[in-house]
């Protein structure tokens, strides 16, 4: 009888043995090559209230009045004078207005002419387009620029001619006509 008391004592005492060796982590070492990830969850709150709008209302019209276009010879006009008017852009932001506000004048045809290296509007007669000018200087129009809400820009549209051929065959009191639509975001 004692060895059978024994023998169940070695086996219990081999148990916990054995349990503490499993329970134990194998370490092996780390190869060159071998790449270890921990994959991270990120949370946040994103807070968005800044907003502006233009103190003018939905829309602005200008009107360049009559344009003078002189003929020389058959096919071909060219653009008498300079022709450039204000455009009104009075605008309010409120709430979170830290970000980078920026503005542009995109076409709402999406048509575009090159005109001396940057795109202006394009009109419906062809020869001519309308040319956005940020503080008396050129700019692109379909173009994201920055602007400093404490110090508004003043805008101008300028007629300019960007071709020379009446292929649209224009004639005395014909009217011309553009659509753009001036933005204003934090981007």
Known sequence: MTSSRVMTFIRLARTPLLALV?????????????????NINIDGTLVANGSCQFNQGDSLTVDFGDVKLLPEGTDTMTLDGNYRKSITSDFTCTGDTAGLLQMQLASLSGSYKAYNGTDVIEIDKGMLGVELLVNGAPQASGKWFTIDQSKPPTL??????????????????????????????FN
Do not use: C, I, R
């Open 156 to 185: 101008e549209a300028q007629l300019v001619q960007v071709s020379t051929t009446n292929s649209k065959q224009v004639t005395n009191g014909d009217t011309f006509t553009a659509s753009a639509t001036l933005q204003l975001s």
């Open 22 to 38: 499993l329970l134990v982590p194998t370490v092996s070492q780390a190869n060159k090559g071998d790449t270890y990830s921990l």
